[in-house]
């Protein structure tokens, strides 16, 4: 089915970096929303955004939607070891209520 | 809020027989709750969406008579894997999204882990 494209694959970064992950599209999307799941566990909710040009932050997390409505980005600053696990955005279309998901961004943090 | 739970979190099971998961949702009403599928270290593979009071409406490739939805209420969904084969283990996940207007964020419950023996 449709995926979205997301990158990178992973990263592997120093405790305290910035981190910035993408997803992009072909297709508009009506609603952007970016997840984290950890092993063995549901995705759980980072930030949702439902306007193109939203700029969104949730503690040291910020993500937009672009202005296209095809592309969406996460930044997470000063990484912390319990950042570590797989980001996954996701897209729902206009009129629809399914979520398209991007391939997902494995975070590894070193300390 | 918005607390979306799952049971079992772990089943394991004998080839040929039948395996009911459930999806509720704690705090919310959900008219729409939806069942993917998770592979290791892939994303997540929608299967069906459930609707309160209707039949499912399944993805192309996901048979209907195998993966059997029933969402008796706005609070609970359930997914039952009929005569269970190897194949079928893997990482199940429910969402929902609340009946809120304007929104259809969904919110994922904590998945179960299929072993099909």
């Known amino acids: 089915g449709q995926q979205l494209n997301q990158s990178p694959q992973s990263m592997f970064i120093q405790e305290g970096e910035d981190v910035s992950m993408n997803c992009t599209s072909s297709?508009?999307?009506?609603?952007w929303l970016w997840y984290k799941q950890e092993p063995g566990e549901g995705p759980v909710l980072l930030i949702a955004?439902?306007?193109?040009?939203e700029l969104t932050s949730n503690g040291r997390l910020t993500a937009q939607f672009g202005i296209t409505r095809k592309d969406s980005f996460l930044n997470i600053s000063a990484s912390i070891p319990s950042d570590v696990g797989i980001y996954f955005c996701?897209?729902?279309?206009?009129?629809?209520?399914?979520?398209?998901f991007g391939a997902g961004t494995i975070l590894r943090v070193k300390s | 809020g918005a607390v979306v739970s799952q049971h079992p979190s772990r089943v394991i099971c004998k080839s040929g027989t039948s395996v009911k998961i459930e999806c509720r949702s704690l705090d919310f009403q959900a008219t729409t709750m939806f069942w993917y599928r998770q592979f290791p270290k892939k994303s997540l593979m929608l299967m069906a969406t459930s609707n309160e009071g209707s039949k499912a409406t399944y993805e192309q490739g996901v048979e209907k008579d195998k993966f059997l939805i029933n969402h008796a209420s706005l609070t609970l969904s359930t997914l039952t894997v009929t005569s269970a084969h190897p194949e079928d283990s893997s990482f199940y996940i429910c969402s929902a999204s609340p009946r809120l207007a304007g929104t259809d964020t969904q919110y994922f419950g904590p998945g179960t882990r299929l072993t099909v023996l």
């Open positions: 955004l439902y306007k193109a040009g």
């Open positions: 996701a897209g729902q279309q206009i009129g629809g209520n399914k979520l398209v």
């Open positions: 297709s508009i999307f009506n609603t």
